[in-house]
């Protein structure tokens, strides 16, 4: 998915809105980058982290995590592997 200019993918604004519905559909078209940054370095967990607490956030932060999204934190400390 392109990023617009802020570096937003449709994950990381569909999570930013707590769209639940959106989240599932989009992660089951399998988004290929699930830990895209941001333009602010930050992935769509980490939007999903800092939401107030309810059902639908804690579901989003859930099938992200399920479908490999980490922390940008975790995400820059991964070393490279060399093939």
């Known amino acids: 998915m392109?990023?617009?200019?802020?570096g937003s993918t449709a994950l990381h604004i569909a999570t930013r809105k707590n769209r639940v519905e959106i989240v599932n559909e989009l992660l089951m078209l399998g988004d290929p980058?699930?830990?895209?940054?941001?333009?602010?370095?930050?992935?769509?967990?980490d939007i999903a982290e800092g939401l107030p607490l309810s059902e639908e956030s804690s579901h989003i932060r859930e099938c992200l995590t399920r479908?490999?999204?980490v922390r940008a934190n975790v995400h820059t400390q991964r070393p490279y592997l060399i093939c």
């Open 33 to 45: 980058n699930v830990n895209a940054l941001t333009r602010d370095h930050k992935t769509s967990l």
């Open 67 to 69: 479908n490999g999204a």
């Open 2 to 6: 392109l990023p617009d200019k802020f």
